[in-house]
């Protein structure tokens, strides 16, 4: 049984910093692409950052150079650090895993697996 457990989240100003923390069972980081979505109430959930099996990573145009994300296949936890964040930024964050995403990683449809959330608010 697959469970993601999201931590992290909470209230920064702008300018701040975060970094959230997904912490799986039933999976191992290295062998899955895991992922992290944002959504807003009303909206779609956005892709934000992928790490894939053989580590490439990814990022969304609106956090490149901001937002890192980072695995560490002992504990195992998926990490995203956050940095000079916006109000834009503010959202519930979703961790999420796949076996294979490919190209289409920022289509939420494509993972399998998803944690409840952790909410960032920046003000």
Not at 30 to 44: I, L, N, T, V
Not at 85 to 112: H, I, P, Q
Request: proline share 2%.
């Amino acid at each position: 049984h697959v469970q993601l457990v999201e931590s992290g989240g909470g209230s920064v100003q702008t300018g701040g910093s975060l970094r959230l923390s997904c912490a799986p069972s039933g999976l191992s980081v290295s062998d899955f692409s895991m992922a992290w979505f944002r959504q807003s109430p009303g909206k779609e959930r956005e892709g934000v950052a992928v790490i894939d099996m053989d580590g490439k990573i990814n990022y969304a145009d609106s956090v490149k150079d901001r937002f890192t994300i980072s695995r560490d296949n002992d504990k195992p936890t998926l990490y995203l650090q956050m940095e000079n964040l916006k109000s834009e930024d503010s959202d519930m964050y979703y961790c999420a895993a796949t076996y294979a995403c490919g190209s289409s990683w920022s289509n939420s449809r494509v993972f399998t697996y998803w944690g409840l959330g952790t909410q960032v608010t920046v003000s």
